[in-house]
């Protein structure tokens, strides 16, 4: 038997758990799409990984005097990790030992005593396929709660995947401001940003929801996007990760144009309050086909809901400034609705622009954010 190394289970079960959540495609090749890759070398463990779509690489400092390298089923080596942390419950670390074709896995208690041992068969790597070059010079760093902030508002992308163009977020470059955007055909959100550092001179590229959730979840201060010219995949690089995602290959629609210059009739309220008056008939627009609502404003402002075999429901929209003496109905998706309000803070006041087909919520005295919602037809 050698030794490789002894390592702590924590932050190498949290980096393969990680691999899972990021290589989840559909893959004739099942090899690829289920293997986890170890390499030691010089003192450093590098996890990688790939679906044949996206790649996933992360480094851990290791005390390992040999340079191996060596693949291994990812959800047996989770569930034996996992094992490990049950079985031993004073010391997080497990020695790694090679033996043959077998990796074996050992913990000891404080006393010495081993609590645990199991081994894994391991595989070469030769067949595995090569890992698209990450070391680019066109880059795109973000503060990470200001990235996790715009995907936050950019989030009605097409969910069910019905058109290609719409299944991400858009990211443009626009002179020295960036531009995202999402829509699925029933509403647009759109927000801009100077808050980034580039030396990237042309950029519209669209991006998976698999990458938003990645970036989502990371803890570290910086985060930073790499393009390579033929703009087909992105890295991101965070902390001790470098993760590899295909770009969505597709025209986005010009999204500036397709907000209204105009309206009929406004609203100004904060965001908290009119969450809280839509949610007062949610009970009844959630039966409803559509989850159809109605914003009505004549003397008041109010909001209704109506099913013909359950109720009707009416509520009075409080602490709210109307624009002008026009009356104006509207009928909207309840939980398009709710779900635009929640991507403001609760105390922002915003205004709510009204036409006969459209709501739009934009933030007061700030252009950056807006997220138009399309009228429905009343049932």
Known sequence: MTKLTTIEVSPLLNEVKEANSVLNNKTQNLAVAESIILVFKDGTLTIKGTDGINYFTCKLDTDAQINNEFSLKRDLFVQTLNAVQLANSENDNVDLILEGDKLYLQSFDNNGDIVFNS???????????????????????????????????????????????????????????????????????????????????????????????????????????????????????????????????????????????????????????????????????????????????????????????????????????????????IALNNGFVKEALSSFDANDIINLDFEQKFLLLSKENDESFKHLVIGLKEQ
């Open 119 to 329: 081994f894994l068969n391991f595989f070469g790597v030769d067949d595995l396929p090569q890992f698209p070059e990450t070391n680019l010079d066109e880059t795109l760093t973000f503060d990470t709660e200001e990235i996790k902030s715009l995907f936050n508002k950019t989030f009605c992308y097409d969910k069910a995947g019905t058109r290609e163009a719409l299944r991400g977020v858009n990211i443009v470059k626009v002179g020295e401001e960036l531009h995202l955007a999402a829509t699925d055909g029933y509403r647009l959100s759109h927000v801009k940003t100077t808050n980034f550092d580039t030396n990237v001179s042309d950029l519209n590229v669209i991006v998976y929801p698999a990458l938003i959730s990645v970036v989502k979840k990371l803890t570290s201060e910086k985060v930073t996007f790499r393009f390579p010219a033929s703009r087909d995949y992105i890295v991101v690089e965070s902390g001790n990760r470098t993760l590899v995602f295909r770009l969505i290959q597709a025209q986005f629609p010009d999204v500036l144009r397709l907000f209204p210059k105009k309206h009929s009739q406004s609203l100004k309220i904060t965001a908290g309050n009119m969450l809280k008056s839509i949610n007062s008939v949610n009970h009844i627009a959630t039966k409803n086909q559509n989850n159809l609502f109605k914003i009505a404003i004549k003397d008041k402002a109010k909001v209704s809901a109506s099913h013909p075999d359950f109720s009707t429901v009416d509520s009075v929209i409080k602490n709210v400034a109307i624009g002008s003496d026009t009356e104006f109905t």
